[in-house]
């Protein structure tokens, strides 16, 4: 495995390797292109509050990423615009490579996203550096345009981000609803952005919210 000159990293949990593991080619920029392909191998490592629906695990971003980059392929036609799916695919991707230095933020701790913006700010920074820099400016695009959501193809990304763990709490008993105490009204907040992009999808949200208060999974 390749990895970053700054990083040291434990493989297979037995041998620590360094910068001078990394096998360099001539090419600078295949150089940077291929230490940046073993950085985000990281985000397997990032764990969410999600539980995997076979409540085996909780998932990690890699695979949400991957969920969430399917997904997009699935629904656009309930989007009320037109919206470019590739581009979008490109976003669900990348949204959460930052969370590799920034960490997980669970969605309704409010005391944990008082300072997201900066420390994500602070890990695109640093993550995209590492990339040449034509390439890091694409990233870093693609990033700050899911985040802003203000354009057609990154509100549908939004609603994918929200969907994804709102399927997955639907179907392990409202696990991280009921880890987090969050009441109805914060996960109708969470997802408004659905409801303006994807309202037949959000009258299917609303349906199982109602269920999930009759459940207890959600508080009224």
């Known amino acids: 495995m390749w990895i970053d000159a ?3 990293i434990l493989i297979a949990g037995e ?12 090419n600078r920029r295949l150089n940077q292109q291929l230490l940046f392909t073993a950085e985000i191998d990281k985000m397997a490592d990032v764990m969410r509050q999600t539980l995997l629906i076979n409540k ?9 990423s991957w969920h969430i980059a399917v997904m997009a392929m699935l ?20 949204h959460d490579i930052v969370e ?3 960490g997980d933020t669970f969605a309704y701790d409010a005391q944990g996203n008082v300072n997201k913006a900066e420390r994500e700010k602070e890990a695109a920074d640093k993550l995209f550096a590492k990339l ?25 990304a939004a609603c994918m981000d929200r969907i994804q763990p709102f399927i997955h709490n639907t179907l392990t008993d409202g ?20 409801k303006e992009f994807m309202p037949e999808v959000y009258n299917w949200m609303v349906s199982n919210m109602v269920q999930a208060v009759e459940k207890g999974w959600l508080a009224p």
């Open 6 to 8: 700054e990083d040291k």
């Open 15 to 26: 041998k620590l390797m360094g910068k001078n593991d990394f096998m360099k080619s001539e």
């Open 56 to 64: 085996s695990r909780q998932e990690n971003d890699a695979e949400h």
């Open 75 to 94: 629904f656009s036609e309930y989007a009320i615009e037109p919206v470019n799916v590739g581009r979008v695919v490109q976003m669900c991707v990348v």
């Open 100 to 102: 590799i230095e920034a």
């Open 132 to 156: 040449p820099a034509d390439q890091g400016k694409m990233i870093r695009d693609l990033w700050e345009e899911f985040d802003a959501m203000e354009t057609a193809d990154a509100k549908y």
């Open 175 to 194: 696990h991280t609803w009921v880890k987090g105490k969050v009441d109805r009204k914060s996960v109708e907040r969470r997802a408004e952005i659905v």
